[in-house]
Protein backbone atom coordinates (compact mmCIF):
# COMPACT_ATOMS: atom_id res chain seq x y z
CA UNK A 1 0.00 0.00 0.00
CA UNK A 2 1.61 3.47 -1.07
CA UNK A 3 2.00 5.86 1.67
CA UNK A 4 -0.36 8.21 -0.16
CA UNK A 5 -3.28 6.19 -0.58
CA UNK A 6 -2.57 5.01 3.18
CA UNK A 7 -3.19 8.91 4.01
CA UNK A 8 -6.58 8.84 1.65
CA UNK A 9 -7.85 6.01 3.64
CA UNK A 10 -7.16 7.40 7.09
CA UNK A 11 -8.39 10.94 6.36
CA UNK A 12 -11.89 9.24 4.35
CA UNK A 13 -12.37 6.68 7.47
CA UNK A 14 -11.84 10.09 9.94
CA UNK A 15 -14.36 11.79 7.64
CA UNK A 16 -16.93 9.08 7.37
CA UNK A 17 -16.45 8.78 11.59
CA UNK A 18 -17.19 12.41 11.95
CA UNK A 19 -20.20 12.27 9.56
CA UNK A 20 -21.75 9.82 11.39
CA UNK A 21 -21.25 11.21 14.70
CA UNK A 22 -22.94 14.24 13.24
CA UNK A 23 -25.70 12.26 11.06
CA UNK A 24 -26.67 9.77 13.64
CA UNK A 25 -29.20 11.38 16.54
CA UNK A 26 -27.33 12.39 19.78
CA UNK A 27 -27.59 10.32 22.45
CA UNK A 28 -29.30 13.06 24.85
CA UNK A 29 -32.23 12.58 22.24
CA UNK A 30 -35.48 10.44 23.58
CA UNK A 31 -35.30 7.11 23.74
CA UNK A 32 -31.72 7.64 24.76
CA UNK A 33 -31.21 4.39 25.23
CA UNK A 34 -31.78 3.10 21.71
CA UNK A 35 -29.76 6.18 20.24
CA UNK A 36 -26.57 5.09 22.31
CA UNK A 37 -27.00 1.63 20.84
CA UNK A 38 -27.52 2.45 17.17
CA UNK A 39 -23.95 4.72 18.04
CA UNK A 40 -22.63 1.49 19.24
CA UNK A 41 -23.23 -0.35 16.54
CA UNK A 42 -22.26 2.00 13.77
CA UNK A 43 -19.46 4.11 14.87
CA UNK A 44 -15.79 3.57 15.84
CA UNK A 45 -16.27 0.51 13.16
CA UNK A 46 -14.25 -1.91 10.78
CA UNK A 47 -11.89 -0.93 7.61
CA UNK A 48 -15.30 1.41 6.09
CA UNK A 49 -14.54 -0.55 3.03
CA UNK A 50 -17.77 0.67 1.36
CA UNK A 51 -17.56 4.41 2.31
CA UNK A 52 -14.13 4.09 0.62
CA UNK A 53 -15.39 2.32 -2.07
CA UNK A 54 -18.26 5.86 -2.39
CA UNK A 55 -15.41 8.14 -1.93
CA UNK A 56 -12.71 6.60 -4.38
CA UNK A 57 -15.95 5.81 -6.98
CA UNK A 58 -16.36 9.54 -6.54
CA UNK A 59 -13.25 10.96 -7.47
CA UNK A 60 -13.40 8.97 -10.99
CA UNK A 61 -15.72 12.18 -11.71
CA UNK A 62 -14.69 14.53 -9.05
CA UNK A 63 -18.26 14.32 -7.54
CA UNK A 64 -19.38 17.00 -4.67
CA UNK A 65 -18.15 16.33 -1.09
CA UNK A 66 -21.75 16.56 0.24
CA UNK A 67 -23.58 14.40 -1.75
CA UNK A 68 -20.28 11.82 -1.51
CA UNK A 69 -20.31 12.35 2.23
CA UNK A 70 -23.92 11.36 2.46
CA UNK A 71 -23.71 8.09 0.52
CA UNK A 72 -20.77 6.79 2.20
CA UNK A 73 -22.89 6.83 5.56
CA UNK A 74 -26.13 5.45 4.10
CA UNK A 75 -23.91 2.75 2.73
CA UNK A 76 -22.32 2.15 5.96
CA UNK A 77 -25.75 2.69 7.99
CA UNK A 78 -26.79 -0.23 5.64
CA UNK A 79 -23.97 -2.25 6.35
CA UNK A 80 -24.13 -1.62 10.59
CA UNK A 81 -28.03 -2.35 10.48
CA UNK A 82 -27.80 -5.71 8.43
CA UNK A 83 -24.44 -6.77 11.16
CA UNK A 84 -26.76 -6.15 14.13
CA UNK A 85 -29.85 -8.17 12.74
CA UNK A 86 -27.14 -10.86 11.34
CA UNK A 87 -25.51 -11.14 14.91
CA UNK A 88 -28.56 -12.02 16.49
CA UNK A 89 -29.66 -15.45 18.22
CA UNK A 90 -32.44 -16.42 15.36
CA UNK A 91 -29.52 -15.64 13.15
CA UNK A 92 -25.53 -16.37 13.29
CA UNK A 93 -25.54 -16.14 17.07
CA UNK A 94 -22.91 -14.09 17.31
CA UNK A 95 -21.12 -12.67 20.52
CA UNK A 96 -18.34 -10.78 19.52
CA UNK A 97 -17.93 -8.27 16.20
CA UNK A 98 -15.32 -6.09 15.91
CA UNK A 99 -13.32 -6.87 19.09
CA UNK A 100 -16.68 -5.86 20.90
CA UNK A 101 -20.13 -7.52 22.56
CA UNK A 102 -22.52 -8.10 19.47
CA UNK A 103 -25.72 -5.06 20.50
CA UNK A 104 -27.64 -7.98 21.40
CA UNK A 105 -25.27 -8.77 24.22
CA UNK A 106 -24.47 -5.51 25.00
CA UNK A 107 -28.01 -4.37 25.20
CA UNK A 108 -30.82 -6.43 24.41
CA UNK A 109 -32.31 -8.54 21.98
CA UNK A 110 -35.34 -6.11 21.35
CA UNK A 111 -33.16 -3.12 21.57
CA UNK A 112 -30.82 -5.27 18.46
CA UNK A 113 -33.82 -5.54 16.90
CA UNK A 114 -34.89 -1.84 16.96
CA UNK A 115 -31.13 -0.58 16.35
CA UNK A 116 -31.25 -2.32 12.83
CA UNK A 117 -34.35 -0.97 12.04
CA UNK A 118 -33.67 2.14 12.69
CA UNK A 119 -30.41 2.62 11.30
CA UNK A 120 -31.96 1.41 7.85
CA UNK A 121 -34.17 4.40 8.12
CA UNK A 122 -31.65 6.64 8.84
CA UNK A 123 -29.92 5.87 5.76
CA UNK A 124 -32.54 6.44 3.35
CA UNK A 125 -32.64 9.62 5.26
CA UNK A 126 -29.12 10.77 5.14
CA UNK A 127 -29.27 10.16 1.75
CA UNK A 128 -32.23 12.04 1.07
CA UNK A 129 -31.60 14.94 3.25
CA UNK A 130 -28.43 17.59 1.78
CA UNK A 131 -27.59 18.98 -1.49
CA UNK A 132 -27.59 18.21 -4.87
CA UNK A 133 -29.27 17.58 -8.02
CA UNK A 134 -32.89 15.75 -6.79
CA UNK A 135 -33.37 13.77 -9.82
CA UNK A 136 -29.94 12.20 -9.34
CA UNK A 137 -30.12 11.43 -5.12
CA UNK A 138 -33.72 9.86 -6.05
CA UNK A 139 -31.98 7.06 -8.79
CA UNK A 140 -29.25 7.05 -5.28
CA UNK A 141 -32.24 6.48 -3.22
CA UNK A 142 -33.53 3.37 -5.26
CA UNK A 143 -30.74 2.46 -5.60
CA UNK A 144 -29.57 1.56 -2.39
CA UNK A 145 -33.00 -0.03 -1.79
CA UNK A 146 -32.90 -2.15 -4.17
CA UNK A 147 -29.51 -3.84 -3.53
CA UNK A 148 -30.54 -3.96 0.81
CA UNK A 149 -33.75 -5.46 0.37
CA UNK A 150 -35.19 -8.71 -0.94
CA UNK A 151 -33.51 -9.15 -4.39
CA UNK A 152 -30.44 -7.72 -2.70
CA UNK A 153 -28.57 -8.14 0.85
CA UNK A 154 -31.94 -9.39 2.41
CA UNK A 155 -32.15 -11.98 -0.15
CA UNK A 156 -28.31 -12.90 -0.03
CA UNK A 157 -29.01 -13.63 3.95
CA UNK A 158 -32.24 -15.06 3.21
CA UNK A 159 -30.24 -17.95 0.81
CA UNK A 160 -27.14 -17.93 3.03
CA UNK A 161 -29.97 -19.44 6.26
CA UNK A 162 -31.01 -21.54 3.92
CA UNK A 163 -27.95 -23.36 2.45
CA UNK A 164 -26.64 -24.38 5.87
CA UNK A 165 -25.80 -27.93 6.03
CA UNK A 166 -26.44 -27.99 1.64
CA UNK A 167 -23.73 -28.70 -0.43
CA UNK A 168 -23.95 -25.64 -2.49
CA UNK A 169 -21.64 -25.99 -5.88
CA UNK A 170 -19.62 -23.01 -6.60
CA UNK A 171 -22.46 -21.70 -8.90
CA UNK A 172 -24.86 -20.94 -6.25
CA UNK A 173 -22.13 -19.85 -3.63
CA UNK A 174 -21.21 -17.28 -6.06
CA UNK A 175 -24.72 -16.49 -6.59
CA UNK A 176 -25.56 -16.44 -2.37
CA UNK A 177 -22.27 -13.76 -1.79
CA UNK A 178 -23.24 -11.33 -4.93
CA UNK A 179 -26.62 -10.96 -3.04
CA UNK A 180 -25.08 -10.82 0.07
CA UNK A 181 -22.37 -8.89 0.34
CA UNK A 182 -22.13 -7.89 -3.61
CA UNK A 183 -25.27 -6.14 -3.58
CA UNK A 184 -24.36 -3.17 -1.61
CA UNK A 185 -20.70 -3.35 -2.60
CA UNK A 186 -21.83 -2.80 -5.68
CA UNK A 187 -24.43 -0.07 -4.74
CA UNK A 188 -20.98 1.50 -2.93
CA UNK A 189 -19.22 1.77 -6.42
CA UNK A 190 -22.15 2.95 -8.50
CA UNK A 191 -23.10 5.58 -5.42
CA UNK A 192 -20.36 7.26 -5.57
CA UNK A 193 -20.21 7.39 -9.13
CA UNK A 194 -23.51 8.80 -9.70
CA UNK A 195 -23.24 11.33 -6.92
CA UNK A 196 -20.96 12.67 -9.60
CA UNK A 197 -22.09 12.26 -13.10
CA UNK A 198 -25.54 9.93 -14.69
CA UNK A 199 -23.73 7.28 -15.58
CA UNK A 200 -23.80 6.25 -19.28
CA UNK A 201 -23.76 2.46 -20.44
CA UNK A 202 -20.30 1.89 -20.71
CA UNK A 203 -19.37 3.48 -17.61
CA UNK A 204 -22.08 1.08 -15.76
CA UNK A 205 -20.46 -1.50 -17.41
CA UNK A 206 -17.36 -0.62 -16.06
CA UNK A 207 -18.22 -0.18 -12.96
CA UNK A 208 -19.92 -3.51 -12.51
CA UNK A 209 -17.49 -5.35 -14.03
CA UNK A 210 -15.11 -3.56 -11.18
CA UNK A 211 -17.82 -4.06 -8.28
CA UNK A 212 -18.10 -8.08 -9.24
CA UNK A 213 -14.96 -8.48 -8.87
CA UNK A 214 -13.80 -6.81 -5.58
CA UNK A 215 -17.44 -8.00 -4.27
CA UNK A 216 -16.77 -11.59 -4.84
CA UNK A 217 -12.91 -11.29 -4.21
CA UNK A 218 -14.47 -10.03 -0.70
CA UNK A 219 -15.78 -13.42 0.07
CA UNK A 220 -12.93 -15.29 -1.01
CA UNK A 221 -10.73 -13.64 1.23
CA UNK A 222 -13.30 -13.50 4.13
CA UNK A 223 -13.45 -17.64 3.87
CA UNK A 224 -9.45 -17.83 3.51
CA UNK A 225 -9.38 -15.49 6.72
CA UNK A 226 -12.08 -17.42 8.53
CA UNK A 227 -9.94 -20.33 7.52
CA UNK A 228 -6.39 -18.96 8.66
CA UNK A 229 -6.64 -16.08 11.26
CA UNK A 230 -7.84 -16.06 14.47
CA UNK A 231 -10.46 -14.60 16.57
CA UNK A 232 -8.30 -11.54 18.39
CA UNK A 233 -7.05 -10.82 14.71
CA UNK A 234 -10.42 -10.88 13.33
CA UNK A 235 -12.52 -9.16 15.91
CA UNK A 236 -14.91 -11.88 15.37
CA UNK A 237 -14.98 -15.54 16.26
CA UNK A 238 -13.08 -17.00 13.32
CA UNK A 239 -13.40 -20.62 12.33
CA UNK A 240 -17.32 -20.13 12.64
CA UNK A 241 -18.68 -20.63 9.25
CA UNK A 242 -16.87 -24.17 9.35
CA UNK A 243 -18.32 -24.98 12.32
CA UNK A 244 -22.06 -23.87 11.60
CA UNK A 245 -21.62 -26.38 8.39
CA UNK A 246 -21.60 -23.04 5.99
CA UNK A 247 -20.30 -23.92 2.43
CA UNK A 248 -17.14 -21.27 1.81
CA UNK A 249 -14.81 -20.91 -0.84
CA UNK A 250 -12.31 -22.92 1.70
CA UNK A 251 -14.14 -26.08 2.11
CA UNK A 252 -15.02 -25.99 -1.90
CA UNK A 253 -11.78 -25.00 -3.78
CA UNK A 254 -9.05 -25.40 -1.10
CA UNK A 255 -6.88 -23.02 0.51
CA UNK A 256 -4.69 -22.66 -2.43
CA UNK A 257 -7.23 -22.41 -4.94
CA UNK A 258 -9.24 -19.79 -2.84
CA UNK A 259 -6.23 -17.62 -2.62
CA UNK A 260 -5.10 -17.58 -6.27
CA UNK A 261 -8.54 -17.00 -7.32
CA UNK A 262 -8.72 -13.55 -5.09
CA UNK A 263 -5.90 -12.66 -7.00
CA UNK A 264 -6.86 -13.25 -9.61
CA UNK A 265 -10.01 -11.17 -9.55
CA UNK A 266 -8.29 -8.43 -7.55
CA UNK A 267 -6.54 -8.81 -11.42
CA UNK A 268 -10.00 -8.61 -12.96
CA UNK A 269 -11.00 -5.59 -10.81
CA UNK A 270 -7.94 -3.68 -12.42
CA UNK A 271 -8.89 -4.33 -15.45
CA UNK A 272 -12.13 -3.19 -15.52
CA UNK A 273 -11.70 0.24 -14.26
CA UNK A 274 -8.24 0.84 -16.90
CA UNK A 275 -11.10 2.71 -19.08
CA UNK A 276 -10.87 5.35 -16.66
CA UNK A 277 -7.23 5.96 -16.44
CA UNK A 278 -5.38 7.87 -13.70
CA UNK A 279 -8.32 8.57 -11.92
CA UNK A 280 -9.32 5.31 -10.72
CA UNK A 281 -6.19 4.49 -8.88
CA UNK A 282 -8.07 4.68 -5.76
CA UNK A 283 -10.28 1.82 -6.91
CA UNK A 284 -7.22 -0.02 -7.90
CA UNK A 285 -5.63 0.56 -4.25
CA UNK A 286 -9.03 -0.55 -2.75
CA UNK A 287 -9.10 -4.02 -4.76
CA UNK A 288 -5.34 -4.73 -3.47
CA UNK A 289 -6.89 -3.33 -0.17
CA UNK A 290 -9.70 -5.98 -0.38
CA UNK A 291 -7.49 -8.83 -1.42
CA UNK A 292 -4.27 -8.34 0.62
CA UNK A 293 -5.95 -7.92 3.91
CA UNK A 294 -4.94 -9.30 7.24
CA UNK A 295 -8.28 -9.42 8.75
CA UNK B 1 -70.99 5.64 7.45
CA UNK B 2 -72.20 7.07 4.34
CA UNK B 3 -72.56 4.55 1.32
CA UNK B 4 -70.31 6.59 -0.91
CA UNK B 5 -67.88 6.55 2.11
CA UNK B 6 -67.58 2.67 2.23
CA UNK B 7 -67.50 2.22 -1.70
CA UNK B 8 -64.89 5.03 -1.76
CA UNK B 9 -63.01 2.77 0.88
CA UNK B 10 -63.83 -0.37 -0.38
CA UNK B 11 -62.13 0.42 -3.68
CA UNK B 12 -58.96 2.25 -2.49
CA UNK B 13 -58.70 -0.48 -0.42
CA UNK B 14 -58.26 -2.96 -3.73
CA UNK B 15 -56.44 -0.47 -5.43
CA UNK B 16 -53.55 -1.14 -2.93
CA UNK B 17 -54.48 -4.55 -2.58
CA UNK B 18 -53.80 -5.24 -6.16
CA UNK B 19 -50.31 -2.72 -6.04
CA UNK B 20 -48.83 -3.72 -3.55
CA UNK B 21 -48.98 -7.28 -5.02
CA UNK B 22 -48.17 -6.10 -8.72
CA UNK B 23 -44.78 -3.96 -6.66
CA UNK B 24 -44.01 -6.84 -4.27
CA UNK B 25 -41.69 -9.54 -5.97
CA UNK B 26 -43.19 -12.70 -7.66
CA UNK B 27 -42.95 -15.63 -5.21
CA UNK B 28 -41.36 -17.18 -8.49
CA UNK B 29 -38.32 -14.77 -7.62
CA UNK B 30 -35.45 -16.03 -5.84
CA UNK B 31 -34.93 -16.22 -2.86
CA UNK B 32 -38.67 -17.90 -3.08
CA UNK B 33 -39.54 -18.53 0.18
CA UNK B 34 -38.68 -14.93 1.91
CA UNK B 35 -40.55 -13.79 -1.24
CA UNK B 36 -43.56 -15.71 0.19
CA UNK B 37 -43.49 -14.98 3.19
CA UNK B 38 -43.39 -11.23 2.48
CA UNK B 39 -46.53 -11.52 0.92
CA UNK B 40 -47.69 -13.38 3.96
CA UNK B 41 -46.82 -10.24 6.12
CA UNK B 42 -48.27 -7.46 3.85
CA UNK B 43 -51.30 -8.57 1.92
CA UNK B 44 -54.80 -9.20 2.51
CA UNK B 45 -53.96 -7.33 5.83
CA UNK B 46 -56.48 -5.31 8.17
CA UNK B 47 -58.14 -1.83 7.01
CA UNK B 48 -55.66 -0.58 5.41
CA UNK B 49 -56.01 2.79 7.53
CA UNK B 50 -52.77 4.04 6.66
CA UNK B 51 -53.02 3.66 2.60
CA UNK B 52 -56.68 5.74 3.30
CA UNK B 53 -55.25 8.30 5.38
CA UNK B 54 -53.28 9.16 2.14
CA UNK B 55 -55.66 8.80 -0.45
CA UNK B 56 -58.07 11.01 1.73
CA UNK B 57 -54.96 14.02 1.80
CA UNK B 58 -54.03 13.73 -1.65
CA UNK B 59 -58.19 14.46 -2.41
CA UNK B 60 -57.65 17.34 -0.84
CA UNK B 61 -55.05 18.47 -3.80
CA UNK B 62 -55.81 16.33 -6.36
CA UNK B 63 -53.04 14.32 -6.67
CA UNK B 64 -51.98 12.49 -9.33
CA UNK B 65 -53.21 8.63 -8.79
CA UNK B 66 -49.71 6.84 -9.33
CA UNK B 67 -47.73 8.96 -6.82
CA UNK B 68 -50.63 8.98 -4.51
CA UNK B 69 -50.24 4.54 -4.72
CA UNK B 70 -46.98 5.09 -4.04
CA UNK B 71 -47.22 6.94 -1.11
CA UNK B 72 -49.77 4.27 0.23
CA UNK B 73 -48.51 1.26 -0.66
CA UNK B 74 -44.97 2.36 0.93
CA UNK B 75 -46.53 3.70 4.47
CA UNK B 76 -48.79 -0.17 4.45
CA UNK B 77 -45.00 -1.66 3.84
CA UNK B 78 -43.50 -0.21 6.42
CA UNK B 79 -46.58 -0.54 8.81
CA UNK B 80 -46.32 -4.23 7.93
CA UNK B 81 -42.75 -4.78 8.49
CA UNK B 82 -43.44 -2.88 12.01
CA UNK B 83 -45.90 -5.73 12.25
CA UNK B 84 -43.97 -8.74 11.68
CA UNK B 85 -41.02 -7.56 14.10
CA UNK B 86 -43.18 -6.33 17.10
CA UNK B 87 -44.76 -9.87 16.70
CA UNK B 88 -41.34 -11.46 17.10
CA UNK B 89 -40.44 -13.48 20.56
CA UNK B 90 -37.88 -10.66 21.54
CA UNK B 91 -40.43 -8.10 21.03
CA UNK B 92 -44.33 -8.73 22.09
CA UNK B 93 -44.05 -12.42 21.56
CA UNK B 94 -47.77 -12.78 19.86
CA UNK B 95 -48.44 -15.65 17.94
CA UNK B 96 -52.12 -14.65 16.30
CA UNK B 97 -52.23 -11.41 13.74
CA UNK B 98 -55.45 -10.37 11.49
CA UNK B 99 -56.62 -13.68 12.26
CA UNK B 100 -53.43 -15.90 11.43
CA UNK B 101 -50.56 -17.28 12.50
CA UNK B 102 -47.72 -14.35 13.11
CA UNK B 103 -44.67 -14.69 10.38
CA UNK B 104 -42.23 -16.12 12.62
CA UNK B 105 -44.78 -18.91 13.83
CA UNK B 106 -45.72 -19.50 10.22
CA UNK B 107 -42.28 -19.50 8.81
CA UNK B 108 -39.31 -18.72 11.50
CA UNK B 109 -37.77 -16.63 13.40
CA UNK B 110 -34.52 -15.46 11.15
CA UNK B 111 -37.55 -15.28 8.05
CA UNK B 112 -39.56 -12.81 10.13
CA UNK B 113 -36.33 -10.66 10.99
CA UNK B 114 -35.70 -10.56 7.34
CA UNK B 115 -38.92 -10.06 5.84
CA UNK B 116 -39.04 -7.41 8.31
CA UNK B 117 -35.78 -5.51 6.46
CA UNK B 118 -36.65 -6.20 3.25
CA UNK B 119 -39.77 -5.29 3.59
CA UNK B 120 -38.76 -1.59 5.05
CA UNK B 121 -36.03 -1.71 2.08
CA UNK B 122 -39.32 -1.85 -0.47
CA UNK B 123 -41.19 0.58 1.00
CA UNK B 124 -38.23 3.45 0.27
CA UNK B 125 -37.71 1.68 -3.24
CA UNK B 126 -41.79 2.08 -4.28
CA UNK B 127 -41.72 5.47 -3.29
CA UNK B 128 -38.58 6.35 -5.57
CA UNK B 129 -39.69 4.63 -8.62
CA UNK B 130 -42.53 5.70 -11.20
CA UNK B 131 -43.65 9.01 -12.15
CA UNK B 132 -43.83 12.62 -10.30
CA UNK B 133 -41.77 15.49 -9.75
CA UNK B 134 -38.30 14.48 -8.03
CA UNK B 135 -38.03 17.25 -5.56
CA UNK B 136 -41.34 15.95 -4.50
CA UNK B 137 -40.69 12.50 -4.01
CA UNK B 138 -37.19 13.22 -2.33
CA UNK B 139 -38.81 15.35 0.84
CA UNK B 140 -41.48 12.53 0.81
CA UNK B 141 -38.77 9.42 1.20
CA UNK B 142 -36.95 12.17 3.86
CA UNK B 143 -40.75 12.24 5.72
CA UNK B 144 -40.84 8.28 5.81
CA UNK B 145 -37.29 7.80 6.44
CA UNK B 146 -38.14 10.49 9.50
CA UNK B 147 -41.33 9.29 10.75
CA UNK B 148 -40.30 5.26 10.51
CA UNK B 149 -36.80 5.80 12.71
CA UNK B 150 -35.28 6.21 15.86
CA UNK B 151 -36.95 9.40 16.18
CA UNK B 152 -40.38 7.89 15.12
CA UNK B 153 -41.76 4.57 15.05
CA UNK B 154 -39.01 2.84 15.78
CA UNK B 155 -38.40 4.91 18.69
CA UNK B 156 -41.47 4.77 19.85
CA UNK B 157 -41.66 1.03 20.11
CA UNK B 158 -38.15 1.30 22.08
CA UNK B 159 -40.36 3.66 24.88
CA UNK B 160 -42.84 1.26 24.77
CA UNK B 161 -40.43 -1.41 25.68
CA UNK B 162 -39.05 0.25 28.40
CA UNK B 163 -42.37 0.90 30.11
CA UNK B 164 -43.94 -2.06 30.44
CA UNK B 165 -44.50 -1.71 34.49
CA UNK B 166 -43.51 1.28 34.83
CA UNK B 167 -46.38 3.65 36.07
CA UNK B 168 -46.31 5.79 32.90
CA UNK B 169 -48.68 9.26 33.43
CA UNK B 170 -50.27 10.67 31.05
CA UNK B 171 -48.55 12.87 29.02
CA UNK B 172 -45.60 10.14 29.00
CA UNK B 173 -47.89 7.67 27.84
CA UNK B 174 -49.34 10.35 24.83
CA UNK B 175 -45.44 10.63 23.69
CA UNK B 176 -44.88 7.06 23.74
CA UNK B 177 -47.44 6.30 21.11
CA UNK B 178 -47.29 10.12 19.66
CA UNK B 179 -44.04 8.39 18.25
CA UNK B 180 -45.30 4.48 18.31
CA UNK B 181 -48.13 4.80 15.85
CA UNK B 182 -48.48 8.69 15.92
CA UNK B 183 -45.48 9.32 13.65
CA UNK B 184 -46.45 6.71 10.50
CA UNK B 185 -50.18 8.04 10.93
CA UNK B 186 -49.01 11.58 10.33
CA UNK B 187 -46.58 10.97 7.81
CA UNK B 188 -49.60 9.16 5.81
CA UNK B 189 -51.74 12.21 5.90
CA UNK B 190 -48.64 14.12 5.18
CA UNK B 191 -47.69 12.06 2.16
CA UNK B 192 -50.83 12.16 0.65
CA UNK B 193 -51.19 15.57 0.88
CA UNK B 194 -46.82 16.51 -0.37
CA UNK B 195 -48.40 13.87 -3.61
CA UNK B 196 -50.70 17.17 -4.42
CA UNK B 197 -48.52 20.43 -3.81
CA UNK B 198 -45.72 21.66 -1.91
CA UNK B 199 -47.35 22.28 1.65
CA UNK B 200 -47.85 25.64 2.88
CA UNK B 201 -47.21 26.80 6.66
CA UNK B 202 -51.16 26.55 7.31
CA UNK B 203 -52.10 23.79 5.29
CA UNK B 204 -49.04 22.20 7.69
CA UNK B 205 -50.65 22.92 10.56
CA UNK B 206 -54.08 22.08 9.45
CA UNK B 207 -52.98 18.39 8.89
CA UNK B 208 -50.62 18.08 11.83
CA UNK B 209 -53.59 18.61 13.80
CA UNK B 210 -55.54 16.19 12.45
CA UNK B 211 -52.84 13.73 12.45
CA UNK B 212 -52.64 14.74 15.99
CA UNK B 213 -56.36 13.94 16.71
CA UNK B 214 -56.65 10.61 14.88
CA UNK B 215 -53.49 9.40 16.01
CA UNK B 216 -54.16 9.46 19.17
CA UNK B 217 -57.25 8.51 18.62
CA UNK B 218 -55.94 5.23 16.69
CA UNK B 219 -54.39 4.57 20.40
CA UNK B 220 -57.13 5.45 22.75
CA UNK B 221 -59.67 3.36 20.63
CA UNK B 222 -57.36 0.57 20.42
CA UNK B 223 -56.87 0.60 24.51
CA UNK B 224 -60.59 0.33 24.61
CA UNK B 225 -61.26 -2.42 22.52
CA UNK B 226 -58.25 -4.21 24.11
CA UNK B 227 -60.46 -4.08 27.25
CA UNK B 228 -63.46 -4.78 25.71
CA UNK B 229 -63.36 -6.79 22.26
CA UNK B 230 -62.56 -10.68 22.00
CA UNK B 231 -59.44 -12.09 20.13
CA UNK B 232 -61.86 -13.79 17.26
CA UNK B 233 -63.44 -10.19 16.46
CA UNK B 234 -60.23 -8.14 17.11
CA UNK B 235 -57.73 -10.84 14.74
CA UNK B 236 -55.26 -10.92 17.67
CA UNK B 237 -55.05 -11.79 21.25
CA UNK B 238 -57.26 -9.59 23.31
CA UNK B 239 -56.15 -8.17 27.02
CA UNK B 240 -52.70 -8.92 26.03
CA UNK B 241 -51.47 -5.28 26.58
CA UNK B 242 -53.29 -5.50 30.22
CA UNK B 243 -51.87 -9.04 30.87
CA UNK B 244 -48.65 -7.64 29.79
CA UNK B 245 -48.51 -5.20 32.21
CA UNK B 246 -48.82 -2.15 30.20
CA UNK B 247 -50.21 0.97 30.89
CA UNK B 248 -53.36 2.07 28.83
CA UNK B 249 -55.43 5.04 28.20
CA UNK B 250 -58.24 2.23 29.88
CA UNK B 251 -56.15 1.39 33.25
CA UNK B 252 -55.26 5.13 33.23
CA UNK B 253 -58.25 6.93 32.66
CA UNK B 254 -61.00 4.06 32.63
CA UNK B 255 -63.50 2.56 29.95
CA UNK B 256 -65.40 5.57 29.95
CA UNK B 257 -63.42 8.60 29.97
CA UNK B 258 -61.15 6.73 27.43
CA UNK B 259 -64.43 6.48 25.14
CA UNK B 260 -65.34 9.93 25.78
CA UNK B 261 -61.67 11.10 24.79
CA UNK B 262 -61.88 9.47 21.72
CA UNK B 263 -64.83 11.24 20.82
CA UNK B 264 -63.53 14.47 21.70
CA UNK B 265 -60.33 13.71 19.51
CA UNK B 266 -62.86 12.68 16.66
CA UNK B 267 -64.06 16.38 17.06
CA UNK B 268 -60.83 18.08 16.99
CA UNK B 269 -59.91 15.87 14.14
CA UNK B 270 -63.14 17.30 12.03
CA UNK B 271 -62.32 20.86 13.61
CA UNK B 272 -58.60 20.41 12.36
CA UNK B 273 -59.35 20.01 8.60
CA UNK B 274 -62.58 22.72 8.49
CA UNK B 275 -60.14 25.21 6.56
CA UNK B 276 -60.40 22.14 3.72
CA UNK B 277 -64.24 22.75 3.40
CA UNK B 278 -65.99 20.16 1.19
CA UNK B 279 -62.59 18.38 0.00
CA UNK B 280 -61.78 17.48 3.24
CA UNK B 281 -64.53 15.10 3.82
CA UNK B 282 -62.64 11.92 3.35
CA UNK B 283 -60.62 12.97 5.95
CA UNK B 284 -63.48 13.72 8.17
CA UNK B 285 -65.23 10.23 7.54
CA UNK B 286 -62.32 8.70 8.15
CA UNK B 287 -61.55 10.39 11.74
CA UNK B 288 -65.27 8.82 12.82
CA UNK B 289 -64.08 5.42 10.67
CA UNK B 290 -61.02 5.22 13.70
CA UNK B 291 -63.17 5.99 16.43
CA UNK B 292 -66.25 4.22 15.67
CA UNK B 293 -64.46 0.84 14.56
CA UNK B 294 -65.25 -2.18 16.71
CA UNK B 295 -62.13 -3.86 15.76
Known sequence: MSQAFHTWMKNKQLECEIALANLLPQITVLPERLHEAMRYAAMDGGKRVRPLLVFAAGHLFNAPADMLLRAACAVELIHAYSLVHDDMPCMDDDALRRGKPTVHIKYDEATALLVGDALQAQAFQVLSEGDGDAVAKLSMVRLLAQASGSVGMCGGQAIDLASVGLALDRIQLEQMHRLKTGAL???????????????????????????????????????????????????????????????????????????????????DAHDAVEVFGNQAQLLRDLADLVVQRQA
Open 185 to 267: LRASVLLGAMSGKKLDEKELQALDAYAAAIGLAFQVVDDVLDATADSATLGKTAGKDAADNKPTYVSLLGLSASKQLAEQLRC
